[in-house]
C-alpha cells in the first residue's frame, strides 16, 4: 500500500515535470528563440528562392566570420545573422533563457553536445537516446558559437 | 406458457450517486497526504530534486530533442503544448534511471512514514 502511494506521488511529480519542459519547449518554438529552427526555415527559403531568381549573384565568397561558402546574393543576410551569434545582443529573452539553461548545464559530467553548433549539415537534432543508466547521456551545454 | 424473468432494463445505467453521500465524503488517504506533503513544502523539494537530477542525468534534454523534431516537423507555430506533452510522456515515463527513481521513492516513503505519525 505505502509503495503504491509512493509510485503514485513520484508519478505526479514526474508528470508535473514533464508538462514543465513541454512548456518550456513550446514557448521556445512560438518565440522563435531556437536559432537552429530559423537556420533552418531560412535555408529552406532560399533554396526556393535561388530556383526562382537566377539572376540574383552568383559568385560564391568564404564568410570571413565562420569560413562557409556564401552566395554573394545572400552574403549580406548571412554576416547579419553570423556575426550577430558572437554577441547575445539578440534579444534579452534568448539571454534569460539561455543563461538559465547554462546554470544547469555546467554541472554536467557526461559528454558535451551543443545544440547551436554551426554545421552545415541539415541535421543538427540530436537522436533521441535513451536515457537509462549505462548509457550515452545528451547533455545540453548550450556554448556560444 | 415461458416462466416469466425479470426484464433487464434496456439501459444499462450505473445507480445514481446520492447527492447526500456525495457531502459526506471523507477525502481519501491519497488526497490527505497530498496536502500534507504541500503544505509542508516537501512537494516543492521534491519536485525541484527530481528536477535537478532528471537534468544532470540528460533526461531533460532528451526530452527537448524530442520536442524539437516534433516541432521542426509539424510547423513551430502549429504546436501545442497539449501536443508536446503528449509527444513526450511515454519516453518520458520510461526513461528515468532507476537510481533516480529509487532515490525519489525512498524521500516520499519516508514523508508518508513521518506523516503518518
Redesign the interface.
Known amino acids: 500500500m505505502?509503495?503504491q502511494?509512493?509510485?503514485?506521488?513520484?508519478?505526479?511529480?514526474?508528470?508535473?515535470?514533464?508538462?514543465?519542459?513541454?512548456?518550456?519547449?513550446?514557448r521556445i518554438?512560438?518565440l522563435?528563440l531556437?536559432r537552429?529552427?530559423e537556420d533552418?526555415e531560412e535555408e529552406l527559403r532560399l533554396s526556393a528562392q535561388a530556383r526562382s531568381h537566377p539572376s540574383v549573384a552568383s559568385e560564391v565568397f568564404e564568410c570571413m566570420n565562420c569560413g562557409r561558402s556564401i552566395v554573394a546574393g545572400r552574403f549580406a543576410p548571412h554576416l547579419e545573422k553570423c556575426m550577430g551569434k558572437g554577441r547575445k545582443a539578440r534579444s534579452k529573452v534568448t539571454r534569460s533563457s539561455t543563461a538559465a539553461q547554462n546554470r544547469?548545464?555546467r554541472?554536467?559530467p557526461?559528454s558535451t553536445?551543443s545544440?547551436y553548433s554551426n554545421s552545415t549539415t541539415s541535421n543538427r537534432?540530436?537522436?533521441?537516446?535513451?536515457?537509462?543508466?549505462g548509457e550515452e547521456?545528451?547533455?545540453?551545454t548550450f556554448q556560444e558559437p | 406458457m415461458f416462466g416469466v424473468r425479470r426484464m433487464r432494463p434496456s439501459v444499462n445505467r450505473p445507480p445514481t450517486p446520492d447527492v447526500q453521500e456525495n457531502q459526506e465524503k471523507e477525502p481519501t488517504?491519497?488526497e490527505t497526504?497530498?496536502i500534507k506533503?504541500i503544505e509542508s513544502g516537501e512537494?516543492e523539494r521534491?519536485?525541484e530534486l527530481?528536477?535537478e537530477r532528471?537534468?544532470?542525468?540528460?533526461?531533460?534534454?532528451?526530452?527537448?530533442?524530442?520536442?524539437?523534431?516534433f516541432?521542426?516537423k509539424k510547423g513551430?507555430?502549429n504546436?501545442?503544448?497539449d501536443d508536446?506533452?503528449h509527444?513526450?510522456?511515454p519516453?518520458?515515463?520510461a526513461?528515468?534511471?532507476?537510481?533516480i527513481?529509487a532515490e525519489?521513492?525512498q524521500r516520499?516513503?519516508k514523508f508518508?512514514?513521518s506523516a503518518a505519525l
Open positions: 505505502a509503495s502511494l509512493s509510485s503514485h506521488f513520484f508519478g505526479d511529480l514526474l508528470d508535473s515535470i514533464i508538462v514543465d519542459v513541454a512548456s518550456e519547449c513550446h518554438a512560438r522563435g531556437d537552429n529552427l533552418e544547469y548545464s554541472g554536467s557526461v553536445y545544440p537534432l540530436s537522436n533521441g537516446t535513451s536515457g537509462v543508466a547521456y545528451l547533455n545540453g | 488517504l491519497q497526504i497530498n506533503l512537494k521534491l519536485m527530481l528536477r532528471l537534468v544532470e542525468c540528460g533526461w531533460k534534454d532528451e526530452m527537448k530533442a524530442i520536442c524539437r523534431a516541432i521542426k513551430r507555430n504546436v501545442t503544448v508536446l506533452v509527444v513526450i510522456t519516453k518520458g515515463r526513461s528515468v534511471p532507476d537510481s527513481k525519489l521513492l516520499i516513503r508518508l512514514v
